[in-house]
C-alpha cells in the first residue's frame, strides 16, 4: 500500500472510531419510573405533557433554566410544557406563591428566567425568609404595584394553585428538583442534565406514538 492509500485508511479509521455511538434506549427503572396512578397536572385533550418541578431557591434549577426553555420550544406541537413550583421547604413557600401571583397577574413567563437571576446572580432577593413585600419589589420591573402584587400573593386563588401543586409533587413521588414528569405517568431519573431531557424526549414520542394508535391515527 503506497504512502498516500495508507493516509487515507488511517484517516477514514480516525473518523469511524470518532462517529458517535447511537443514543441508548431509556430504561425504565434505571432512566424513568413508571408513576402508579399519575395522571397529569394540568392536562389537555390530545396533548403530552411536561411538567418541571423547580424551586426559584434551589441553584440547581437556576442552571438548568436556560436549557430546559431551549429544549422546551423544541417539543413537537401535540406536546405541552408546564412549570410546577415545589414547596419542599418553607423557604421555598413565599416563592412558589410569588410564581403563581405572577401568572395571575400575567408576568410569570416575562419574569421566570429573572426570577432565578435575582436570586443566584444579583442576590437582590433573600434564598431564605423572604416577605411578599421583598418580592413584590422584585415585580415592580414589570409594572406591578407593590400592594397589587401582595393582593394577588395573598388570594385564596393561589392556595388552591398551591394545593394543586403539591398534590401533583406528591402523587408523582418527586422528592428533588429539577425534576420532570411526562403525562403524569412517567418521572424522569436519569444521571445527567443532557440524559434527563433526553429520556423526556424519547416519553414524549413514546406517548405520542401511543395515543395515535389508540386513536387510529
Known amino acids: 500500500m503506497n504512502l498516500l492509500l495508507r493516509l487515507a485508511a488511517f484517516a477514514l479509521l480516525?473518523?469511524?472510531?470518532?462517529?458517535?455511538?447511537?443514543?441508548?434506549?431509556?430504561?425504565e427503572g434505571e432512566d424513568y419510573q413508571l408513576i402508579e396512578g399519575g395522571t397529569p397536572y394540568r392536562p389537555v385533550p390530545g396533548k403530552v405533557e411536561v411538567a418541571e418541578v423547580f424551586g426559584y431557591p434551589c441553584p440547581h434549577c437556576a442552571h438548568f433554566e436556560p436549557v430546559v426553555a431551549a429544549w422546551s420550544a423544541k417539543l413537537p406541537a401535540r406536546a405541552t410544557f408546564v412549570a410546577v413550583p415545589a414547596d419542599f421547604r418553607d423557604d421555598w413557600v413565599p416563592y412558589a406563591r410569588a410564581y403563581f401571583a405572577a401568572q395571575a397577574l400575567g408576568v410569570a413567563q416575562r419574569s421566570h428566567r429573572a426570577m432565578y437571576d435575582a436570586l443566584h446572580v444579583e442576590e437582590s432577593l433573600p434564598?431564605?425568609?423572604a416577605t411578599p413585600n421583598e418580592i413584590?419589589?422584585?415585580?415592580?420591573?414589570?409594572g406591578i404595584a407593590p400592594a397589587r402584587f401582595v393582593a394577588a400573593y395573598?388570594?385564596?386563588s393561589v392556595d388552591a394553585q398551591m394545593k394543586?401543586?403539591?398534590d401533583f409533587v406528591i402523587r408523582s413521588q418527586?422528592?428533588?428538583?429539577?425534576?420532570?414528569i411526562v403525562a403524569g405517568r412517567y418521572r424522569v431519573t436519569a444521571d445527567s442534565r443532557d440524559k434527563q431531557l433526553a429520556t423526556a424526549r424519547w416519553?414524549?414520542?413514546r406517548e405520542l406514538a401511543r395515543t395515535a394508535k389508540v386513536a387510529g391515527r
Open 174 to 180: 418527586v422528592d428533588g428538583t429539577p425534576a420532570l
Open 154 to 156: 395573598n388570594a385564596p
Open 164 to 166: 394543586r401543586a403539591r
Open 203 to 205: 416519553l414524549v414520542d
Open 14 to 27: 480516525g473518523i469511524a472510531t470518532a462517529a458517535p455511538a447511537a443514543p441508548a434506549t431509556p430504561i
Open 136 to 142: 413584590a419589589t422584585f415585580y415592580q420591573r414589570y
Open 127 to 129: 434564598l431564605s425568609g
